[in-house]
């Protein structure tokens, strides 16, 4: 994913939640990274002014309201296996009918929260996803999807849907991702004692981005579809790598970068 001012200053500030940060602080941890100062501003100036930023009168910026539900969602990978429970068969569908070109902004929000919580197309205008996370339809309409998408389960399916169903991810393919994500963080873990702060502060900010984005993207299927035991792993390895990166990042600004929004562009 390409490394902007915009990702970078949401990621540091998603870590403070409501605390603001000081615009130097995000200027300097945008400048280890290869941002200029100038890119930085603008693109603090243009955050405030769509209503993604807030400022305070010392200079300081924090998320705005808007973003609450998607920052509780992205902010809440160390959490994702305990929103998993065991899968009795059923699914949840979600039939979304078509929009006209003019609901393009509708059109990238409805399938931005289908895609995040796992979602597939089983028929045209028809996603579903195993029934084995908690509050779907909650999450799904904060996350913005339009009340125009109808959220219900689905059980007893015929054999050769729930078939077709189940084929919709591919449960190996995940696997050998997480296996190859894991193994990179795990390798990057025992080198950072040796690295430079500023180049290991660049690293674990690339690196970490690229897995919590797996992470959230995950289907976060249930077994048998995938074996969870791998996806748990890399999970857990993420998290070991966050303390680390977490920990540099401090020492160079005071606040360390998260998952926020600009991972779902």
């Known amino acids: 994913m390409k490394l902007t001012a915009k990702r970078v200053v949401l990621q540091m500030l998603s ?121 779907l339809r909650e999450r799904l309409y904060a996350l913005g999807l339009d009340r125009r998408v109808i959220v219900f389960t689905m059980s007893e399916l015929d054999a050769r849907t729930d078939a077709r169903a189940r084929k919709l991810w591919d449960g190996r393919a995940l696997e050998r991702a997480y296996e190859k994500t894991r193994e990179r963080l795990d390798r990057w873990i025992e080198r950072e004692p040796s690295m430079h702060r500023d180049a290991a502060a660049r690293e674990s900010f690339l690196l970490g981005g690229e897995a919590i984005r797996q992470i959230l993207f995950d289907p976060r299927l249930p077994e048998p579809l995938v074996d969870a035991a791998a996806r748990r792993a890399l999970v857990d390895a993420m998290k070991r790598f966050d303390l680390i990166g977490r920990r540099i990042w401090t020492r160079l600004f005071g606040v360390a970068p998260e998952a926020h929004e600009a991972y779902l562009q």
Do not use: H, M
Request: aromatic share 4%; net charge neutral.
């Open 15 to 135: 870590a403070v939640g409501d605390q603001p940060a000081p615009a130097s602080s995000l200027v300097r941890a945008c400048a280890i990274l290869g941002i200029s100062e100038n890119n930085t501003r603008v693109t603090l100036a243009r955050l405030l002014a769509d209503g993604t930023l807030e400022a305070s009168a010392r200079g300081e910026y924090r998320l705005g309201g808007a973003t609450e539900a998607l920052t509780r969602e992205v902010t809440g990978w160390r959490d994702v296996e305990k929103q998993v429970r065991r899968w009795d068969g059923s699914w949840v569908a979600a039939f979304a009918g078509p929009l006209g070109r003019s609901d393009r902004g509708e059109l990238r929000r409805r399938e931005r929260a289908l895609r995040l919580l796992g979602f597939a197309e089983l028929e045209r205008d028809l996603a579903v996803r195993p029934d084995n996370l908690g509050e």
